[in-house]
């Protein structure tokens, strides 16, 4: 039987399994989908040799970026992107993707953005830089926001009001809100969001976030990460069968 597997931290709450599992079971799938947890990602080489039933893998926080020197090859775009979120295995030879570009790109396409002009990005991790990609490709100007100075164009702490309120599409790639620590949210000032602005919370459970009922209540149009979700589950899922990913 084929194996595939999630790998990162903290997956007991992983949408991944259910979904897969459910999509194994419904299209006749031989394979069975896994939660792996690493505590150190230097142990990825012996998960996939120990093993030559895995196929496939995805990967989540905290491994998208130190996962990259590990793998044999990088597809074009993970490398234009700098983090890896899928990986195809053909005997242990380990092929990095990234399929959240997919999602992003389709989400984005719901929200229907092509006319913003500055957007804001929180976090910048893994999920944050292919973010990033997405919005280069669509001349969508944009800032990130971290908690720490060296790593933003702005913190959490020096986001002034007007650059909240001049751009228009917020974009959480944080896990901030994610069960089960859903009463926690980014640290910007609401009092700038207004019905002009659109908000893009990567974060899939629980649906809606506090993040997005808070902007929803200053007029704001808001979505979460389930479409997302899906579609990068479902790019991944061509990528190991051995089909284009676009």
């Not at 992983?14 to 069975?32: L, M, P, W």
């Not at 979120?85 to 389709?106: F, L, P, R």
């Not at 913190?155 to 909240?164: A, G, M, S």
Request: proline share 4%; aromatic share 8%.
């Amino acid at each position: 039987m084929r194996r595939y597997a999630l790998i990162g931290r903290k997956l007991s709450h992983s949408f991944s399994k259910r979904y897969f599992t459910k999509k194994f079971d419904a299209e006749g799938i031989d394979a069975c989908y896994e939660l792996i947890e690493l505590e150190d990602i230097a142990s990825l080489r012996d998960v996939v040799t120990s093993d030559s039933c895995i196929y496939g893998l995805n990967v989540t926080i905290p491994y998208k970026q130190t996962i990259m020197p590990l793998l044999d090859e990088i597809q074009e775009e993970a490398r234009a992107v700098g983090a890896v979120n899928c990986i195809s295995v053909e005997s242990g030879h380990m092929v990095g993707h990234n399929t959240d570009i997919e999602g992003i790109a389709a989400t984005l396409d719901r929200l229907g953005v092509e006319d913003v002009h500055g957007a804001l990005v929180l976090g910048t991790g893994g999920a944050s830089k292919a973010v990033g990609y997405v919005l280069r490709q669509r001349d969508i100007p944009y800032h990130t926001i971290s908690r720490s100075g060296q790593r933003g164009d702005f913190t959490y702490n020096n986001l002034p009001h007007e650059v909240i309120a001049n751009n228009h599409l917020i974009i959480n790639t944080t896990p901030l809100g994610m069960y089960p620590d859903v009463e926690s949210l980014p640290a910007i000032d609401f009092s700038a969001i207004g019905s002009n602005h659109t908000i893009f919370d990567l974060v899939y459970n629980p649906a809606p976030t506090l993040f997005m009922r808070r902007c929803e209540e200053r007029g704001a149009k808001v979505i979460g990460g389930g479409l997302m979700l899906v579609t990068q589950a479902e790019a991944s899922w061509r990528i190991w069968e051995g089909r284009s990913v676009r």
